[in-house]
């Protein structure tokens, strides 16, 4: 059983300091956070706003509208606990280095098994194949088992490549965003190229 990525009262004072960087609505908390792992965890909505509606109830943080969205901010009283509490933040910190390097040993783990996978199966097409090659009239299923065997492959490592792209981009975008650096024209040139490049694959598999 995979242990929990915070320990029990830690993401509650987690989102103080992160509301004492700036204030920010429920959306940009999660972000924050999963750009603290690398992208190797989000939290869900079902674990932020019951620990941000607590921390109200506390008197830490208050909330207010931004058109629609609810944008929480820290109090003075929240600063205070900070502040007393400021310590606990260093080993929160350490804890976090070991949760993201557990769940990244996790995610290989996941590619290891997925490639083994695909090995024990890509031999046993292949014996199978052979069998079949063995009378003559079975040349055509192998070949067709062959070219079924080749675009499983290929289908394979197109997903591989297209989730290790989505991950490092997913990181690169938030990181900027963090940092105000991310614009709509960011956002227009991504699609553009995206599209460009759906257009271009999809010429090459016109051609075959």
Request: aromatic share 4%; charged share 30%; hydrophobic share 40%.
């Amino acid at each position: 059983m995979t242990p929990p990525v915070f320990a029990h009262g830690n993401l509650r004072l987690y989102l103080l300091a992160l509301l004492e960087e700036r204030p920010r609505h429920g959306y940009e908390l999660i972000q924050a956070l999963s750009e603290r792992f690398g992208g190797t965890y989000s939290p869900s909505a079902g674990t932020i706003y019951p620990r941000l509606s607590k921390l109200e109830e506390e008197g830490l943080v208050t909330k207010s509208t931004d058109g629609r969205k609810t944008v929480y901010e820290i109090t003075d009283a929240g600063r205070a606990e900070l502040d007393a509490r400021r310590h606990e933040l260093d080993a929160i910190e350490d804890d976090l280095t070991d949760s993201v390097r557990r769940l990244a040993d996790g995610v290989r783990a996941e590619v290891n098994d997925a490639m083994r996978s695909l090995r024990a199966e890509l031999a046993s097409a292949a014996r199978e194949a052979k069998r079949q090659a063995t009378s003559a009239s079975a040349s055509a299923t192998a070949a067709a088992n062959a070219t079924h065997l080749e675009s499983a492959r290929a289908v394979h490592e197109a997903d591989l490549a297209i989730n290790e792209f989505r991950q490092q981009l997913r990181t690169d975008l938030r990181t900027h965003a963090h940092r105000g650096s991310l614009g709509p024209e960011s956002v227009a040139l991504l699609k553009s190229r995206l599209a460009e490049v759906r257009a271009d694959v999809l010429a090459t598999l016109a051609e075959r």
